[in-house]
């Protein structure tokens, strides 16, 4: 079964740091990995999608990479701001099991951008 | 463009009263649908998957029970409420068919409260 871990579970910066948060996962057998982002009590946004083709996708100020050997994803946010605080999930979608689609997801990084 | 409905945002019900949580889709047509739950300090558990109408699978044993009734509509029920029922409902979407590197979308998300 595809486990998900991201480090760290939560972190707290000041505004304008550089940032990078962490995704591993068990199971290298993967179809593309996702980058959320959930405000409190609100539903996912999607951020980034890399497919297990891909080393990397940009958005702005955001930089996923993926490496789909080591079981590793990393999300890189550039400058940040108050508005980033959030939590961050990661997610894996398995090219093989019974579940057509299904993601498995990481706990996520709860993120707290200080002015 | 695409977009995804849920609702309620938020609902309170007593124990052993009927559930029925509704999710549509627009701007696409033969989606994958999930119902995914999310509890507090743990993951996101998928619940239910479509890949069409009148088709549900179940990923766990529970008291819910899902359906399908048309392309894009899909509804999470139950006939009588736990307390563990209680939780954060999910509904998301990707696209169907043979496309299988494709982006999940999330709904708002609705807070269940079972008193």
């Known amino acids: 079964k595809q486990e998900v871990t991201q480090i760290p579970a939560a972190l707290s910066v000041p505004e304008g740091e550089n940032l990078v948060l962490n995704c591993s996962f068990t199971d290298s057998a993967i179809y593309n990995l996702q980058w959320f982002r959930q405000d409190p009590g609100k539903g996912l946004t999607s951020l980034l999608l890399?497919?297990?083709?891909?080393r990397e996708q940009t958005s702005g100020r955001l930089n996923a990479s993926l490496d789909k050997s080591s079981g590793r994803s990393t999300l890189y946010i550039a400058a940040s701001q108050p508005g980033d605080s959030a939590t961050y999930l990661c997610?894996?979608?398995?090219?093989?099991?019974?579940?057509?689609?299904?993601?498995?997801f990481g706990r996520g990084t709860q993120l707290t951008v200080w002015p | 463009s695409q977009t995804i409905h849920q609702w309620p945002a938020t609902l309170v019900q007593p124990v052993g009263s009927p559930l029925s949580l509704e999710c549509t889709v627009e701007?696409?047509?033969?989606?994958?649908l999930y119902w995914y739950r999310q509890a507090a300090g743990r993951g996101l558990q998928l619940l239910f998957y479509s890949v069409g109408i009148g088709q549900i699978s179940s990923e766990v044993p529970q008291n819910l029970s899902a359906s399908r009734p048309q392309d894009r509509q899909f509804i999470l029920s139950s006939k009588k409420l736990l307390l563990s029922d209680s939780g954060f409902y999910l509904c998301?979407?990707?696209?169907?068919?043979?496309?299988?590197?494709?982006?999940?979308?999330f709904g708002q998300g609705t807070r269940l409260t079972v008193v």
């Open positions: 890399i497919q297990s083709s891909q």
């Open positions: 701007g696409t047509s033969n989606p994958n």
């Open positions: 997610a894996v979608r398995p090219d093989r099991g019974s579940t057509l689609g299904r993601l498995y």
């Open positions: 998301a979407w990707n696209s169907g068919g043979l496309r299988v590197n494709t982006e999940a979308f």
